[in-house]
């Protein structure tokens, strides 16, 4: 766990609209000290799930799944919201709460039986992290993992995730 990380995420009350309290990760980006230690850990679950690919969701998932896989020497696969993506794409929907949502992945970023690590920010409800498990394995592709920065435990996420080894670094 990356204990500095930890200590700089703030909290933002009513953001984005009253009654909710907004985790901000902004203040670890920052740091290059703690940036560094998210990246680190992540590298580290990469290398011990035996990760051939590297998947970061749009887009905060970007700023740690990139240096991730360049420190790695391996593949970035982005997953993008619908529309976003150039050429050929598969798509995955997932449930909000109210209504749904989209997202897509190139349709030659993964290789059938290559192992893949899922990256993003925040582990919620687990919809978008599911979705985009759900891309990797209609492409062919073994999903050993997720790395999250930050879990909010009462909504849920990791029980959405069962069945997938789950590392978070910071729990609320």
Excluded: C, W
Excluded at 48 to 71: H, L, N, Q, T, W
Excluded at 81 to 98: D, M, N, R, S, V
Excluded at 117 to 129: E, F, Y
Aim: proline share 6%; aromatic share 8%; no cysteine.
């Amino acid at each position: 766990m990356s204990v500095k990380a930890a200590t700089l995420i703030r909290d933002v009350p009513d953001f984005p609209t009253e009654g909710i309290l907004f985790r901000d990760i902004t203040p670890v980006l920052l740091d290059p000290e703690a940036f560094r230690e998210v990246v680190d850990a992540f590298a580290n679950e990469a290398g011990a799930r035996k990760a051939e690919v590297i998947v970061a969701i749009e887009s905060r998932g970007f700023i740690f799944g990139a240096p991730v896989a360049d420190r790695l020497g391996l593949p970035f696969v982005p997953v993008r919201k619908l529309g976003k993506l150039p050429g050929p794409t598969i798509q995955a929907e997932y449930a909000l709460e109210y209504g749904t949502n989209t997202l897509e992945m190139h349709r030659d970023a993964i290789k059938p039986g290559q192992k893949v690590l899922i990256i993003d920010d925040l582990l919620a409800t687990g919809g978008t992290a599911g979705a985009a498990a759900r891309l990797v394995e209609e492409l062919g592709g073994e999903v050993v993992g997720f790395a999250f920065l930050v879990e909010l435990e009462p909504l849920g996420g990791r029980e959405a995730l069962s069945g997938y080894n789950v590392l978070s670094l910071v729990k609320y």
